[in-house]
């Protein structure tokens, strides 16, 4: 079985701090990505990478940045974390092309 | 307007009832996902799919690539289905269009 693993399930953080939210999984999988989810927007792209030290702007990058060192391993950082930035993380990859895509559980980040 | 829009955004069932869940969207695809996300967040896939129908259990997806259309259909529910359910689009990348979802709550 897949298994997309994320750092930590629930994050509370302070405005300006700089955060690190951690995804990992262990299929090999070239393709990993980065979603916000929030009420009524559904889940919206922030970054994605299709291989190590690539990536590539999602729909809404502004105010994230991400790193992809190792093929399993991909993060997102918040530079200066702001209160609009409160929101439900998830991560996912797949496998080459028109592929599903195999989530992780979610980080629920609260910024105050 | 959004490009993935799903209706109903909630729905309410009694245990045994037949559900159907539909999503439209207005762009070209080369595959449409189903997803489904419990309460604590995880989202699990429950069918790709490019044309036809597919059939899980007692789950049911079709696609009708015409009428850019497709329907979610839960035969004889369960407590357990709810969940949201998540439309996704899939154009000519790997990037996915996500339907708002709909809150399916199923009451014994």
């Known amino acids: 079985d897949v298994k997309v693993t994320q750092s930590s399930r629930y994050l509370v953080k302070r405005t300006g701090e700089k955060v690190f939210l951690e995804c990992v999984q262990d299929?090999?999988?070239?393709?990993m990505f980065w979603y916000r989810q929030d009420p009524g927007l559904g889940l919206r792209l922030i970054y994605f990478?299709?291989?190590?030290?690539?990536?590539e702007k999602g729909d809404i990058p502004e105010g994230y940045s991400v790193s992809r060192e190792k093929k399993e391993r991909f993060s997102l950082i918040l530079e200066s974390a702001s209160t609009n930035q409160t929101s439900m993380y998830l991560c996912?990859?797949?496998?080459?092309?028109?592929?599903?895509?195999?989530f992780g559980p979610g980080t629920r980040l609260t910024v105050l | 307007k959004n490009e993935v829009e799903q209706s109903p955004q909630n729905l309410t069932a009694q245990e045994g009832e037949f559900i159907t869940i539909n999503c439209s969207y207005s762009?070209?695809?080369?595959?449409l996902h189903w997803l489904q996300q419990h309460p604590g967040g995880g989202i699990v896939s429950l069918f790709m799919?490019?044309?036809g129908k597919k059939k899980h259990g007692r789950l049911i997806a079709t696609i009708n690539i015409q009428e850019k259309h497709s329907s979610l259909h839960i035969t004889a529910s369960h407590p357990r289905d709810s969940a949201v359910y998540i439309c996704?689009?899939?154009?000519?990348?790997?990037?996915?269009?996500f339907g708002t979802g709909t809150r399916l709550q199923v009451f014994p």
């Open positions: 996912a990859s797949s496998h080459g092309t028109y592929n599903e895509q195999f």
């Open positions: 799919l490019s044309s």
């Open positions: 299929m090999d999988h070239e393709n």
């Open positions: 996704a689009v899939e154009g000519y990348t790997d990037k996915l269009i």
């Open positions: 990478s299709y291989d190590v030290k690539m990536k």
């Open positions: 762009v070209g695809i080369s595959a």
